[in-house]
Every structure is written in C-alpha cells, then in structure tokens.
C-alpha cells in the first residue's frame, strides 16, 4: 500500500458525459502528478500540481482538467468523454518538486471505461 | 523529440538466471533516472533511482547502471525467481518531470 488513495476504482460511463476522479496524496507529500495509460500509449504524464498549484502540463487534452486543494487532495475533471478516453488514470504523490529524489507514489488507478 | 525505447517483447527467463533489461533514450540529458515495478491493473512502484554521476546501484538482487554517454541504463535481476514477473517501467528525469517508458514484461518461468 503505497498511502495514496484514488476514488472511484472503476468507472463506466458514456460519451460526452463529464466524470470526476480524486486522489488523496501521502500525508506530508506536497506534488500531486496525474498520468493516464492506456495499452498502446504507455504512461503518459497529464499534469502536475505543488501546494496547490499547477507545476507542469504534459499531454493533457482541453477537455480535461484539474485542481489541488487546500487540503492537498486532487480531482481530474475529464468532460465530453470519447471512447478514445478509456484508460486507467493513476494519481502519484511525492515530498517534493523537481528535485533529486523526486520518488513518486502511486495509487491503485482508476479505470474508466466509456462505453 | 525526446523518446525512450525499451524492449516490447517479453523477456521469458528460467528461475535462477539473470534477467537484463535495457532502456534508452534520445534527447534527454536526465539528471537521474527511475525503475519502477508494475503489476497488471496496478499503480507502478518504484525500485531504484540512480543519478547521472553514478555509473552503478544496487539493492538487493537489483542492480541499475547508467551510462550518459550511450544514453542507456541497464537493469538487471540477479536470481530471478517467479514472483519477479512483472513489466518494468524505465523513467528518466528531465524537463522538470519524469517520463516513462512503454516498460517491459519479465516472465520468470519455474
């Protein structure tokens, strides 16, 4: 158990829906990343937030976004959702930001699935 | 652009030996790079972190070296045993973020 949680586990819903996925870091753990993978891309790193605010974008689509919290929790909005967004989405945390132990945790995923 | 290949073919290995895995990378000038563990339908885990003025690191029966000359670390798994089948995911650091490989799949056969 690696102390980051990520809700739902797993999600279905249909095209053009709008859907909410939350990850609480590890107590103490400032970074939170979001990554998707599917099974031909890999992990692919989405966004990157640091005590609230956002670090660094990587392939995230307009049609997503996110935020982080003054509690340090975080939620990736995904909205007029293609079937192309299947994937699982994974949520890390590490202490801090661009540094030499950058050492990410990851959660168990959430698995989206539109149908 | 910055790309990092690792093998796509599943390394079968025989229990006991040492399996090796390569990763590369182009356009990268990493100051560290990652190894990290995943399980099918699971978050990766990491294993190691080895630096760009470190040439070799160890834990356990892992070792990674990092050659910045070839662009090219190597992970190897000294007496494989099954419960070391898994895919392992290459992530070097740079551009103020890690990135990570396709991985490769390990399958440690009994």
């Known amino acids: 158990d690696s102390g980051v949680t990520q809700t739902p586990k797993h999600l279905i819903t249909a095209t053009g829906q709008r859907v909410t996925l939350r990850c609480s870091p590890r107590s103490g753990d400032l970074s939170v990343y979001w990554y998707q993978q599917s099974l031909d891309q890999g992990l692919q790193f989405l966004i990157h937030?640091?005590?609230?605010?956002?670090?660094a974008k990587g392939n995230i689509l307009e049609r997503f976004s996110a935020q982080q919290f003054p509690d340090l929790h975080s939620e990736l909005n995904l909205s007029s959702l293609e079937l192309g967004d299947s994937a699982l989405y994974f949520c890390?945390?590490?202490?801090?930001?661009?540094?030499?132990?950058?050492?990410?945790?990851f959660g168990p995923g959430t698995r989206l699935t539109v149908l | 652009s910055q790309k990092i290949e690792q093998n796509s073919e599943a390394l079968n290995i025989q229990e006991g030996k040492t399996a090796t895995l390569t990763c590369n990378y182009t356009?990268?000038?990493?100051?560290?790079l990652q190894w990290y563990r995943q399980d099918p339908g699971r978050g990766p885990v990491f294993l190691l972190l080895i630096r760009e003025n470190e040439k070799e690191k160890r834990k356990e029966r892992l070792k990674v070296t990092f050659d910045t000359t070839l662009k090219q670390s190597l992970f190897h798994i000294t007496a494989s045993q099954p419960a070391d089948s898994a895919t392992y995911l290459c992530a070097p650091f740079g551009n103020n973020r890690l990135a990570f490989g396709k991985g490769n799949q390990v399958v440690v056969i009994p």
């Open positions: 356009n990268y000038s990493p100051a560290y």
């Open positions: 890390a945390s590490s202490v801090v930001v661009g540094q030499l132990t950058d050492t990410q945790y």
């Open positions: 937030y640091y005590n609230g605010e956002e670090r």
